[in-house]
T-cell receptor
């Protein structure tokens, strides 16, 4: 069974640009979570989608947004990139439960 | 109130020794406490988790000890092996049982190195 897949694996952008990250959950999982892992910090909760709806968001500005598609895959969009957005962005999926299964992440570098 | 504080930041243990990582939380509404293991270039993977109605949970060489009154929980890795060298994160969440999802608040991580 395929795990959570994320694309791209690495991305380099410049300040002010926009970026879209993609996530495919484990088959059958309806919930997708996005986390930001900046260097030296723990994982910070960004967004939670379930059954196509945004259920919760963390303490991030509105330029961080996303959506979940009918097939439960998800996109994370970040507008007006800032240097401090450089981080590993992790997607996790779950099926109404405790276990979150994480992908390997997208490493975003903002120059 | 949402913080989870983790210590130490890094840890070096000899092969066969016991690795101990500690976490403390503030929010008494947390009802789920997992530990995640992360290898370089990979996403975190769930190692073991506990609910506050038990004081200890053991799975193989990994044990969580939970002290509700002190709002602390710890991970013990017995007979530590070089393959255990990774970054370990404690986390906490609330509301899983009430449909609130699993929005985890993570500690800042502990880099464990197990030496031969």
């Amino acid at each position: 069974e395929a795990g959570v897949t994320q694309s791209p694996t690495h991305l380099i952008k410049t300040r002010g640009q926009q970026v879209t990250l993609r996530c495919s959950p484990i088959s059958g999982h309806t919930s997708v979570y996005w986390y930001q892992q900046a260097l030296g910090l723990g994982l910070q909760f960004l967004l939670w989608y379930d059954e196509g709806e945004e259920r919760n968001r963390g303490n991030f500005p509105p330029r961080f947004s996303g959506r979940q598609f009918p097939n439960y895959s998800s996109e994370l969009n970040v507008n007006a990139l800032e240097l401090e957005d450089s981080a590993l962005y992790l997607c996790a999926s779950s099926l109404q439960g405790e276990k979150l299964f994480f992908g390997s992440g997208t490493q975003l570098s903002v120059l | 109130q949402q913080q989870v504080k983790q210590s130490p930041q890094s840890l070096i243990v000899q092969k066969g020794g016991i690795s101990i990582i500690n976490c403390a939380y503030e929010n008494t509404a947390f009802d789920y406490f997992p530990w995640y293991q992360q290898f370089p270039g990979k996403g975190p993977a769930l190692l073991i988790a506990i609910r506050p109605d038990v004081s200890e949970k053991k799975e193989g060489r990994f044990t969580i000890s939970f002290n509700k009154s002190a709002k602390q929980f710890s991970l013990h890795i017995m007979d530590s092996q070089p393959g255990d060298s990774a970054t370990y994160f404690c986390a906490a969440s609330r509301g899983i049982l009430t449909g609130g999802g699993n929005k985890l608040t993570f500690g800042t991580g502990t880099q464990l190195k197990v030496e031969l």
